[in-house]
């Protein structure tokens, strides 16, 4: 079935398909939720001083935390639900970092360990990962040679 369509019906259809974002909602939204997660944070690292753990240890098991309880909503798909209204909040470093590397680990597993599952669960965060290591080179060197 092949589908002739002009520009301007082209363009016609594009704009009734768009919807325009409200950012006078989505910003504080977005703002409001990763505020929550990194109160959640906090809460977690008082927590675990108050249990008698050292900073470090205590900083660790925050981050350990976060990430099962990011990879744990996305496996009984609540990371999404709450993705839809908290926008770009749930973009927290870590536990976004957590749901970009779940995701794709559920969704190909039915592929198998290896075509599925190790090929793939890096398709989303594999990006992020070659951007932030070229980025920390780069910085680095001009540290290196201005300082």
Known sequence: MDI???KS????????ASKGTKWWVTVP?????????????????DMYLAFGLEQKTASLSVSVTLIFLSALFTALGWYEKLAKHAGAGTLVPITGFANS?????LEFKTEGFVLGL????????GPVILYGTLASVVYGLVYYFIS
């Open 4 to 6: 002739q369509l002009s």
């Open 101 to 105: 590397v779940a995701a794709p680990a």
């Open 118 to 125: 190790g090929a793939k669960i890096f398709i989303i965060s």
């Open 29 to 45: 939204k977005a703002f409001f939720f990763g505020g929550l997660i990194c109160v959640l944070g906090q809460s977690l690292l």
């Open 9 to 16: 019906q082209y363009s016609q259809m594009y704009k009734q």
